[in-house]
């Protein structure tokens, strides 16, 4: 017996027969498209990081042409197609708000070389001059000139790769495609991560008819700004979890309990955010199945790694992670109001104590979001996944604005809009960069947690659990 009802490919087709072959746009929405597009082209090639007022000016005008789409009612049809168009704008661009492809070009070269990049850090493959890293590799004298030029780009040359192994495969192949490009490198990534978003695409129009939601709450996410820029601009790889996590659900809801765990074990080799999930399929499956489920996505994930296994792995990586937990701190909410605390305490900053302490309340939350489900069901689970994941975000010490796509891809599957402000209000992090300091905005950062925190509590107290719609 489903859980909830599977996706009728006659309903599908009727969807895009009738609802797609709806009304024409009208004129105001035709201007915001426009205007939309034109913002797009403008973060694309034409406002550099540091241009904090541009930046926002630009994204801002995106945000509100959203809105408008939205609230009038946007055709499907043509919120599809103005999805698909805004991300393509993207295509022949060079991120410019974000110097992450340097790494991701970093670690391709490596895993095109047959180097482990989990293994050694990028300072010490330069100090060594790639003699240890690339002792077999009859192409270093080659290849070390272009990771000494990358060097001079990387955000992160001191910390050891964190990037999974769906991540490093992707980085691989276009390092071996465009061996000398980082145009041709970026061009690569994001037809990968178009390819996502048009996975992404099918899976809402699928799913959401078997929730009892209108298939037109799929622009919630596609025509979102902080997905389009974030993600087709910027190349981060949310857009693979997004369509991976989705995937899984998908799958389950069609009964294919050990396909969905092979999706699950991609999203979290693709990033390890998924493992929050687990917990919630306890009462939805059963001990028993549970159990298969989990040694099927271990196996996945144990296939994947495979590749890069090496004490190295585990020792770099859990480095990584403790630094993660401990030192780093950038946009975050309950952290900040906390830090001065410990400072007051103690005269210095207590992160190692407080950083650690946070994700471990976040754990135990999801945990109590688990046990006080009153009917846990398929049909439930994105958006307790979704208040879990708010859970773990708003007590993280690093919140990234692109970490909120997944959050914004699971909304339309709930009857929160919250993710969709918290996404808009996000760009306000990147006042950080006006400086070569990273100086950060507290005021901004707290109007963005403010703001988002008042509608999550505004929904919340508006409309009971059992509602469906807000």
Not at 149 to 174: D, E, K, M, T, W
Not at 391 to 413: D, E
Request: proline residues 7%.
């Amino acid at each position: 017996m489903l859980l909830f009802s599977p996706p009728c490919p006659i309903r599908t087709r009727h969807f895009f027969r009738q609802k797609l072959a709806a009304r024409l746009p009208s004129i105001s929405q035709i201007i915001a498209l426009l205007l939309s597009g034109a913002a797009y082209a403008g973060l694309a090639y034409a406002t550099p990081r540091a241009e904090f007022g541009q930046l926002t000016g630009l994204f801002g005008v995106a945000l509100l042409a959203y809105a408008w789409l939205l609230q009038s009612k946007l055709p499907a049809r043509w919120g599809l197609a103005a999805a698909l168009l805004f991300r393509l704008l993207w295509l022949p661009a060079m991120p410019a708000l974000s110097d992450d492809i340097y790494r991701f070009r970093w670690d391709g070269l490596l895993v095109a070389h047959g180097v482990n990049p989990f293994q050694f850090r990028p300072d010490e493959i330069i100090a060594d001059g790639a003699r240890t890293a690339m002792q077999d590799a009859p192409s270093r004298n080659q290849v070390l000139p272009q990771l000494q030029q990358l060097y001079r780009l990387l955000n992160s040359p001191h910390y050891y790769s964190v990037y999974p192994p769906i991540c490093q495969f992707i980085f691989g192949a276009a390092a071996r495609l465009f061996p000398t490009s980082d145009a041709g490198f970026a061009f690569s990534l994001r037809v990968v991560i178009l390819a996502a978003e048009m996975g992404t695409a099918w899976l809402l129009l699928a799913l959401l008819p078997a929730l009892g939601w209108p298939p037109e709450r799929a622009l919630r996410y596609l025509l979102h700004p902080l997905v389009i820029t974030e993600l087709s601009g910027n190349l981060h790889f949310e857009g693979l979890l997004v369509c991976f996590v989705l995937l899984a659900l998908w799958l389950l809801s069609r009964q294919r309990w050990a396909i969905s765990a092979v999706a699950l074990g991609l999203g979290v080799a693709t990033k390890l955010l998924p493992l929050l999930a687990l917990p919630l399929l306890w009462r939805r499956l059963g001990w028993r199945r549970l159990g298969r489920y989990l040694a099927v996505s271990a196996g996945t994930l144990l296939l994947l790694f495979s590749p890069f296994l090496s004490e190295a792995l585990f020792i770099n990586v859990s480095r990584s992670l403790n630094l993660y937990f401990r030192s780093f701190e950038f946009n975050a909410s309950i952290y900040y109001l906390l830090r001065p605390i410990g400072i007051w305490l103690t005269t210095y900053n207590q992160i190692a104590i407080i950083g650690p302490s946070l994700a471990l309340l976040s754990g135990l939350i999801g945990l109590a979001l688990t046990w006080r489900e009153r009917r846990p069901s398929l049909a439930s689970l994105p958006q307790t996944l979704l208040l879990m994941l708010t859970a773990y975000y708003a007590l993280a010490t690093t919140v990234h604005p692109w970490y909120l796509t997944l959050l914004i891809g699971l909304s339309p599957l709930s009857r929160f809009r919250y993710p969709l402000v918290w996404g808009g209000l996000a760009i306000l992090s990147y006042a950080a960069y006006r400086t070569s300091s990273y100086t950060e905005s507290l005021w901004l950062v707290g109007l963005e947690y403010a703001v988002t925190f008042a509608v999550l509590a505004w929904e919340q107290a508006r409309s009971s659990p059992g509602n469906a719609e807000i």
